[in-house]
């Protein structure tokens, strides 16, 4: 459906179809603390967090290995070189308004949220409608009695929807909050010209329920990191056209310097929080195997894979400057043995990682191919635990933009929560990136959050059946590999033609239901 039509019949069905749960209990007020049965030593008791998650991806998708045989290159080049398997594919007959609304009127019935219950909703996007009205004023049709509802689209590439996430948090956290619910809107169609990059091309949906006494919860939300800076890695600066100009080694190299400031600033927030200082023995320090989980921004997957060596890589490179410090402490305690050549020795490598990586500038080692096997070989069964289920639907719904690292946190729910592996008191860091640049990471806390009664509570196992993600992506039409170029040129000459317009893109029996 349109996002017009859409509008209106997935409004009329809120306002008709749901019954309007009972006024929110104000025992669930900003004043209430609950307490976690696997108790964290830090955090203001509110544990604001993720409440639900809800997915929409196009019905339709395209085999990385068929698409591999009808672009005419080596077979294992977008499935091994990219580490992808599928890519979701729609035409001109969905927009991100109409993915929107759908998704987000899928969070509502699944849970039975009272849309009067949400006082804030803010999307996050890059894929834009129209350049002045927002995503957040079409949702509001799915809120017929409630117009007391705060943010707004937020833009910046792929990080647009982290930024509406973290606005949420805050609002939730702070004393603005009146009780209510926030829902966070992450939507995009991932379009490319022809070239490299079109493989990686995908679409899909994330909203996010946010509240407190959450069962993944920002516990102590003083746990995160920012990266900030200005590159043109990726823009898009032809409003008449939905493709970016791409400097693909630029934009992976941007990724890289993102996540590794973050991921040095997260471990020192960290370590400092838990009073671990430079002297502490190795294992105290947060490590890239300190979380039970991660979730990456995934544009495709074997970005992912090399970006969580890299941490395996900053590890090294910390703990190599840290036996620096206490070699030069020891020297200065023990100036006979200085003076006897003993105790000089540069502390050895860690692992099979080259000794001179551990000290040249890190620029100088993004295009190091024996670095990167090294660090691929070191990080393998650790990237299999801790990455692999947060990554298993991008792999085969391909990249969404904003949506990729809520896909990411999605999946692991669908995955791991279904094993029920995900218990409390285990973690999960969150890395977003979004070009031009701004990045962030933050941890989750895994929780069983406890009900005093009268407020409602939300557990990771519900979510996990609700959300059957896997299951549903098991239901997709796969169709031939020229469907992405039609699907893209009806997308194009949307945007040439404007309004108004009739979508031409077959849909007949190709989509999925606007509700459940």
Same mark, same amino acid.
């Given at each position: 459906?349109?996002?017009? !039509?859409?509008?209106?019949?997935?409004?009329?069905?809120?306002?008709?179809?749901?019954?309007?749960?009972?006024?929110?209990?104000?025992?669930?007020?900003?004043?209430?603390?609950?307490?976690? %049965? !696997?108790?964290?030593?830090?955090?203001?008791?509110?544990?604001?967090?993720?409440?639900?998650?809800?997915?929409?991806?196009?019905?339709?998708?395209?085999?990385?290995?068929?698409?591999?045989?009808?672009?005419?290159?080596?077979?294992?080049?977008?499935?091994?070189?990219?580490?992808?398997?599928?890519?979701?594919? !729609?035409?001109?007959?969905?927009?991100?308004?109409?993915?929107?609304?759908?998704?987000?009127?899928?969070?509502?019935?699944?849970?039975?949220?009272?849309?009067?219950?949400?006082?804030?909703?803010?999307?996050?996007?890059?894929?834009?409608?129209?350049?002045?009205?927002?995503? +957040?004023?079409?949702?509001?049709?799915?809120?017929?009695?409630?117009?007391?509802?705060?943010?707004?689209?937020?833009?910046?590439?792929?990080?647009?929807?982290?930024?509406?996430?973290?606005?949420?948090?805050?609002?939730?956290?702070?004393?603005?909050?009146?009780?209510?619910?926030?829902?966070?809107?992450?939507?995009?169609?991932?379009?490319?010209?022809?070239?490299?990059?079109? =493989?990686?091309?995908?679409?899909?949906?994330?909203?996010?329920?946010?509240?407190?006494?959450?069962?993944?919860?920002?516990?102590?939300?003083?746990?995160?990191?920012?990266?900030?800076?200005?590159?043109?890695?990726?823009?898009?600066?032809?409003?008449? $056209?939905?493709? =970016? $100009?791409?400097?693909?080694?630029?934009?992976?190299?941007?990724?890289?310097?993102?996540?590794?400031?973050?991921?040095?600033?997260?471990?020192?927030?960290?370590?400092?929080?838990?009073?671990?200082?430079?002297?502490?023995?190795?294992?105290?320090?947060?490590?890239?195997? %300190?979380?039970?989980?991660?979730?990456?921004?995934?544009?495709?997957?074997?970005?992912?894979? +090399?970006?969580?060596?890299?941490?395996?890589?900053?590890?090294?490179?910390?703990?190599?400057?840290?036996?620096?410090?206490?070699?030069?402490?020891?020297?200065?305690?023990?100036?006979?043995?200085?003076?006897?050549?003993?105790?000089?020795? =540069?502390?050895?490598?860690?692992?099979?990682?080259?000794?001179?990586?551990?000290?040249?500038?890190?620029?100088?080692?993004?295009?190091?191919?024996?670095?990167?096997? !090294?660090?691929?070989?070191?990080? +393998?069964?650790?990237?299999?635990?801790?990455?692999?289920?947060?990554?298993?639907?991008?792999?085969?719904?391909?990249?969404?933009?904003?949506?990729?690292?809520?896909?990411?946190?999605?999946?692991?729910?669908?995955?791991?929560?279904?094993?029920?592996?995900?218990?409390?008191?285990?973690?999960?860091?969150?890395?977003?990136?979004?070009?031009?640049?701004?990045?962030?990471?933050?941890?989750?806390?895994?929780?069983?959050?406890?009900?005093?009664?009268?407020?409602?509570?939300?557990?990771?196992?519900?979510?996990?059946?609700?959300?059957?993600?896997?299951?549903?992506?098991?239901?997709?039409?796969?169709?031939?590999?020229?469907?992405?170029?039609?699907?893209?040129?009806?997308?194009?000459?949307?945007?040439?033609?404007?309004? =108004?317009?009739?979508? $031409?893109?077959?849909?007949?029996?190709?989509?999925?239901?606007?509700?459940?």
């Amino acid at each position: 459906m349109t996002s017009h !039509t859409g509008a209106m019949a997935v409004g009329a069905t809120v306002a008709g179809g749901i019954a309007l749960r009972q006024a929110f209990n104000r025992s669930n007020s900003k004043d209430t603390k609950t307490t976690a %049965s !696997t108790t964290t030593p830090r955090g203001n008791g509110k544990n604001v967090g993720i409440l639900a998650l809800e997915v929409y991806t196009p019905r339709t998708y395209i085999s990385q290995t068929a698409l591999e045989e009808h672009s005419g290159v080596s077979a294992g080049r977008y499935t091994l070189g990219l580490g992808q398997e599928g890519l979701a594919v !729609t035409g001109d007959a969905e927009d991100v308004n109409s993915m929107a609304l759908t998704v987000t009127h899928s969070l509502l019935e699944k849970y039975n949220i009272d849309p009067n219950s949400i006082g804030r909703l803010e999307v996050g996007t890059e894929t834009l409608v129209d350049k002045s009205k927002s995503t +957040k004023t079409v949702l509001m049709d799915l809120f017929p009695n409630n117009t007391d509802i705060e943010g707004a689209t937020v833009i910046n590439a792929c990080y647009g929807g982290t930024s509406a996430l973290l606005n949420a948090f805050n609002w939730v956290e702070s004393d603005a909050w009146d009780g209510r619910y926030a829902i966070v809107v992450a939507v995009d169609i991932a379009t490319y010209a022809r070239g490299p990059a079109r =493989p990686t091309c995908g679409a899909g949906a994330v909203a996010v329920l946010v509240g407190r006494n959450a069962p993944l919860a920002l516990v102590d939300p003083r746990e995160r990191a920012t990266h900030a800076s200005n590159v043109y890695d990726f823009f898009k600066p032809d409003h008449s $056209v939905e493709y =970016p $100009v791409v400097n693909g080694a630029l934009s992976q190299e941007c990724y890289y310097r993102a996540l590794e400031d973050c991921y040095s600033k997260f471990c020192d927030r960290v370590d400092r929080l838990n009073g671990v200082v430079e002297e502490s023995a190795d294992k105290e320090h947060f490590n890239a195997e %300190s979380a039970d989980y991660f979730v990456f921004h995934a544009p495709y997957n074997k970005l992912v894979q +090399k970006s969580y060596g890299r941490m395996h890589f900053m590890d090294a490179r910390r703990k190599h400057a840290r036996g620096l410090v206490r070699k030069d402490s020891e020297e200065k305690k023990d100036e006979e043995d200085q003076q006897q050549g003993e105790n000089t020795k =540069p502390p050895q490598s860690p692992g099979l990682i080259a000794k001179e990586c551990l000290t040249k500038p890190i620029e100088e080692t993004y295009s190091d191919k024996a670095l990167e096997g !090294t660090l691929k070989s070191i990080s +393998k069964a650790s990237y299999s635990q801790r990455l692999s289920d947060a990554n298993a639907a991008s792999k085969i719904v391909g990249n969404t933009y904003t949506a990729s690292v809520f896909l990411g946190l999605a999946s692991l729910v669908d995955k791991a929560g279904s094993r029920g592996d995900l218990t409390a008191g285990k973690t999960a860091v969150v890395f977003s990136y979004g070009s031009g640049a701004l990045a962030t990471m933050y941890r989750l806390h895994l929780r069983d959050p406890t009900s005093n009664g009268s407020d409602r509570v939300f557990t990771i196992d519900d979510m996990a059946k609700k959300l059957d993600l896997s299951a549903r992506l098991a239901t997709r039409e796969e169709v031939h590999p020229q469907e992405l170029d039609l699907a893209l040129e009806t997308r194009a000459r949307m945007h040439r033609g404007g309004a =108004p317009y009739s979508p $031409v893109y077959p849909t007949i029996g190709r989509m999925f239901p606007g509700k459940s």
